[in-house]
């Protein structure tokens, strides 16, 4: 099982990212996918979670409004599209699974993470 994030960089205030979680080793019918985010000298939080069975996507209430998740089966991987940012959104983000449907899992319950990718909201 493998996930590997891409899609990080610098952007200005009320710019926009699409960040992209390629995984193998999995079918994303069968685990749900969550995304992370870690602010320098902070933890890590749960930002949004797609399950696999039904699609259903939830969200941190900080991001609600302005960030997607969606996924393309076909090619294995998860989207998050980003928009509005703003200099909190600064952080590296992280995929991962708790090798489970749904998105009930919490930071502890994942089994596999992907390195992360690096997001900058500064002008």
């Known amino acids: 099982v493998q996930l590997q994030a891409s899609g990080g960089g610098l952007v200005q205030p009320g710019g926009s990212l699409r960040l992209s979680c390629q995984v193998s080793?999995?079918?994303?019918?069968?685990?749900?996918i969550t995304w992370f985010r870690q602010a320098p000298g902070k933890e890590r939080e749960g930002v949004s979670c797609?399950?696999?069975?039904?699609?259903?996507?939830y969200y941190r209430d900080s991001v609600k409004g302005r960030f997607t998740i969606s996924r393309d089966n076909a090619k294995n991987t998860v989207y998050l599209q980003m928009n509005s940012l703003k200099p909190e959104d600064t952080a590296v983000y992280y995929c991962?699974?708790?090798?489970?449907?749904?998105?009930?899992?919490?930071?502890?319950?994942?089994?596999?993470w992907g390195e992360g990718t690096l997001v900058t909201v500064s002008s």
């Open positions: 080793g999995f079918s994303l019918n069968d685990f749900a």
């Open positions: 797609i399950t696999s069975s039904d699609g259903n996507t």
């Open positions: 991962a699974t708790d090798s489970s449907s749904t998105c009930e899992g919490t930071r502890s319950d994942m089994d596999y």
